[in-house]
């Protein structure tokens, strides 16, 4: 089983490369949706923060008909137009292969693309005051929900002994 984020036409580098970060740090595969409002070279990839992109493991895809042609699994849409939030999806079946889509930071997820997958449109519970939270916590937010209802798979639980080590706190 993988654990896929999905970004369709992300416009923000900034963005992107936190969700890259986030990614890194979860061991979840990256999915990219042309056209991208940024360039993917090593030079602006830096620059918008991405300082672990040895360990992220990304796909460029010129559009939703090539991806959903080489990816099949669960889609989960993240939507201002769901009506179910993550916690009421269950992400557990520890052989599916999930894709976490999200759609571009201006205007989301085509309605046309929503509309197939109207049973699997998810929403992060927020007030009036807003119309929707920044992508990248958005990301992030939900693929801890789905990683906290798998146990937090190959995800260490205390401080690695390759970074300050689970004992650091009680060091002088």
């Given at each position: 089983?993988?654990?896929?984020?999905?970004?369709?036409?992300?416009?923000?580098?900034?963005?992107?490369?936190?969700?890259?970060?986030?990614?890194?740090?979860?061991?979840?595969?990256?999915?990219?949706?042309?056209?991208?409002?940024?360039?993917?070279?090593?030079?602006?990839?830096?620059?918008?923060?991405?300082?672990?992109?040895?360990?992220?493991?990304?796909?460029?895809?010129?559009?939703?008909?090539?991806?959903?042609?080489?990816?099949?699994?669960?889609?989960?849409?993240?939507?201002?137009?769901?009506?179910?939030?993550?916690?009421?999806?269950?992400?557990?079946?520890?052989?599916?292969?999930?894709?976490?889509?999200?759609?571009?930071?201006?205007?989301?997820i085509p309605k046309e693309i929503l509309r197939n997958y109207r049973e699997n449109c998810l929403r992060?519970?927020?007030?009036?005051?807003i119309r929707s939270l920044n992508l990248a916590n958005t990301v992030a937010v939900a693929l801890f929900?789905?990683?906290?209802?798998?146990?937090?798979?190959?995800?260490?639980?205390?401080?690695?002994?390759?970074?300050?080590?689970?004992?650091?706190?009680?060091?002088?």
């Open positions: 089983m993988a654990l896929n984020v999905v970004l369709y036409h992300p416009e923000i580098p900034q963005n992107t490369g936190n969700i890259m970060r986030t990614c890194a740090g979860t061991g979840a595969v990256l999915h990219l949706i042309e056209p991208l409002g940024f360039k993917l070279d090593a030079k602006h990839l830096k620059r918008s923060g991405v300082n672990y992109l040895e360990h992220v493991q990304y796909k460029v895809y010129k559009s939703w008909d090539e991806f959903v042609e080489l990816n099949q699994g669960v889609y989960a849409m993240f939507t201002r137009y769901g009506d179910r939030s993550p916690d009421q999806f269950d992400f557990t079946n520890p052989e599916a292969e999930y894709y976490l889509v999200f759609g571009k930071e201006s205007t989301g992060l519970p927020i007030n009036d005051k929900e789905v990683l906290r209802q798998q146990g937090y798979p190959g995800l260490s639980r205390s401080e690695p002994e390759t970074l300050k080590g689970p004992s650091w706190l009680d060091e002088d």
